[in-house]
Nanobody
Framework: EVQLVESGGGLVQAGGSLRLSCAAS????????ISWFRQAPGKEREGISC????????VYADSVKGRFTISSENAKNTVYLQMNSLKPEDTAVYYC??????????????????WGQGTQVTVSS
């Protein structure tokens, strides 16, 4: 059974940092892509970043490029999202998702079958 568990969310002031973790189990990590999404109230789910479990290649959305960094620790089947220079507009529930990778990872939510429960990130101004 595939399981994804996010942690690390919380309340932070604008300009601050947080690191989210996504602990994965139930699949061969190297065969999958892991992606981070977020959803703010009243808005559509937005793909932020993804990483390939096989070669560590990454993709970032323009909205977070230069501020967020995705990384993986394959030995722990864990993916991290380091978020720096946080802005109030980064406030959302953050989800990690996983699915079998095809060539490159994707930040399109329809390409992921497995999702975590989400963790709230709130950035105060």
């Amino acid at each position: 059974e595939v399981q994804l568990v996010e942690s690390g969310g919380g309340l932070v002031q604008a300009g601050g940092s947080l690191r989210l973790s996504c602990a994965a189990s139930g699949f061969i990590f190297e065969d999958y892509a892991i992606s981070w999404f977020r959803q703010a109230p009243g808005k559509e789910r937005e793909g932020i970043s993804c990483i390939s479990g096989s070669d560590g290649s990454t993709v970032y959305a323009d909205s977070v490029k230069g501020r967020f960094t995705i990384s993986s620790e394959n030995a722990k089947n864990t993916v991290y999202l380091q978020m720096n220079s946080l802005k109030p507009e980064d406030t959302a529930v953050y989800y990690c998702a996983a699915d079998v990778i095809h060539y490159v990872c994707s930040v399109y939510p329809e390409e992921y079958r497995y999702w975590g429960q989400g963790t709230q990130v709130t950035v105060s101004s």
